[in-house]
């Protein structure tokens, strides 16, 4: 997962300089450091070589932009390893993805400082979302998907890096490290509902420039970074590929619907917390018993 994370890390510093390096630096040490703590004071086996504290505390940053205050990292970072892992037994029993309910939390107590506008204030790029949910796709600049995707846009500060992150989630499915069903079925939903939307969404009584082309959901906020490296957290997510894409499309299309009709710009997070809230329903579903040929019964 490191070296899938690794080319958006660098761009993110390279972007935005040392800011972004603190704040990558701040949420892993402290993630790990809190993990230690927590399970020195229960008496419990130290965990921390198993770098799944490193991870989620890394995930976390990536959410967060890169101006962000210390002690915001540092309380998110805390508050996604206690209340998103060590609180429900540690790692492998966590019913939600653990940098989602860090981020949440942050987002619905601090939201300022969680606004990649205000807290970068001496980068020059756009924030795409905000432009979007506001003043509709049109105020973006001509032509600008590729600036997009070359990760020239304000957002999470490893999350906004596009192509960086397609290139690291693409290393996980090709590595197995992740199913593909859950990424591919998230961006599947995303561009379907996302596309109705577009299409049909004025006779539907919504504002049409509040609806853009399905691909500019792809390549804004943390769609693709949340397909590959959140929705795809082992213990949150189903388990059945029937029920992966299931889950997968509903984060989609919950994804598309936040941005339209939600107050929060960005609805990948939020969208894959509520889908995860459904996954022990979605490992109900058993398509293969349905499919198998009914044998003969055997002569006594």
């Not at 004071?41 to 490193?54: K, N, P, S, V």
């Not at 890096?161 to 693409?170: D, T, Y």
Request: proline share 7%; glycine share 10%; aromatic share 12%.
């Amino acid at each position: 997962t490191f070296l899938a994370l690794l080319p958006a890390a660098t761009l993110a510093v390279w972007t935005f300089g040392l800011p972004a390096f603190r704040v990558m630096a701040l949420a892993a040490s402290t993630a790990v450091l809190t993990e230690a703590a927590w399970q020195t004071l229960l008496g419990q086996r130290l965990r921390i070589h198993d770098h799944t504290a490193f991870i989620t505390g890394l995930l976390l940053a990536f959410l967060l932009p890169a101006g962000a205050p210390w002690w915001l990292v540092v309380t998110g970072g805390a508050l996604t390893i206690i209340l998103g892992k060590q609180v429900f037994g540690g790692l492998g029993t966590n019913p939600l993805c653990p940098p989602l309910i860090g981020w949440a939390l942050m987002t619905v107590a601090w939201p300022t400082q969680m606004d990649p506008a205000a807290m970068n204030l001496s980068i020059t790029y756009i924030e795409p979302l905000a432009r979007m949910k506001y003043f509709g796709y049109a105020a973006l600049p001509a032509g600008g998907e590729l600036s997009l995707f070359l990760g020239k846009q304000l957002g999470g500060l490893g999350s906004a890096q596009i192509a960086a992150v397609l290139v690291g989630g693409l290393f996980l499915a090709a590595r197995k490290a992740v199913r593909w069903e859950i990424p591919l079925a998230l961006i599947l939903g995303v561009l379907v509902i996302g596309g109705l939307f577009w299409r049909f969404g004025a006779s539907w009584g919504v504002n049409p420039a509040l609806t853009p082309p399905p691909h500019l959901y792809l390549l804004t906020g943390s769609t693709l970074f949340t397909a590959f490296f959140l929705a795809t957290d082992h213990s949150s997510s189903p388990i059945a590929s029937a029920g992966m894409v299931g889950y997968g499309l509903l984060a989609g299309a919950l994804l598309v619907l936040i941005r339209i009709f939600g107050v929060y710009p960005d609805g990948a997070p939020f969208a894959v917390l509520v889908a995860s809230l459904l996954t022990p329903m979605f490992d109900l579903i058993r398509v293969a018993p349905y499919l198998q040929r009914s044998e003969p019964c055997a002569k006594s």
